[in-house]
């Protein structure tokens, strides 16, 4: 199993990158926002889900491993594939789409490409329970800005690095100050 590549993007094209790891070429399949923030010749690592089948090996790369845990709970529904898992993250950040899964959102599902109603309605279903709570916004904030996780957060990055599955991370950091440190915000995670 491939973890992860780090490397130069060497080549774009379609929705996949070439990272350039020491001479050999990986090509990965990125959702949209992680294709548009790569940039040729500038250095990259993308967390990989190695998808293996029968007539042919596929590497689904992600800027951060909250969107590679929300891709491998994408595809455990039935009827979605990579490709589909993929279109799904393609919508916006993967917090974005986490969020839109746990507040039950079908409408925002469907948007992505050969995702119809039913797939979509089966994957708020079968995730929403399994995403996290979904994050309120904050309409007291002047800037405007919302109180959902950024999809670099790197506390909720610990947390899972230190082996929390997406949802608990989630449900730690819930409540948790986004303008803590990030060693103080897993520590405040920690202790509940």
Excluded: C, W
Aim: hydrophobic share 45%; net charge negative.
């Amino acid at each position: 199993m491939i973890a992860h590549v780090h490397g130069t993007v060497a080549e774009k094209f379609g929705n996949a990158i070439i990272v350039d790891v020491h001479g050999v070429g990986y090509e990965v399949q990125t959702a949209l926002g992680d294709y548009e923030r790569a940039l040729l010749h500038e250095e990259v690592k993308f967390y990989t889900y190695h998808h293996i089948r029968e007539q042919s090996q596929d590497l689904f790369g992600f800027s951060s491993l909250a969107a590679k845990k929300l891709f491998e709970l994408l595809i455990t529904v039935q009827g979605v594939g990579p490709k589909a898992a993929l279109a799904i993250l393609s919508l916006a950040d993967s917090e974005v789409v986490r969020n839109a899964i746990a507040s039950e959102d079908v409408a925002f599902v469907t948007k992505a490409s050969g995702v119809g109603k039913k797939t979509a309605e089966r994957v708020v279903v079968d995730l929403h329970d399994k995403v996290g709570l979904a994050l309120r916004y904050d309409n007291n904030m002047a800037t405007g800005e919302s109180a959902v996780l950024s999809h670099t957060d790197e506390a909720l990055e610990a947390l899972m690095a230190l082996g929390y599955n997406l949802n608990d991370a989630t449900k730690a950091l819930e409540g948790v100050s986004t303008e803590l440190s990030t060693a103080e915000r897993v520590t405040r995670a920690l202790k509940g």
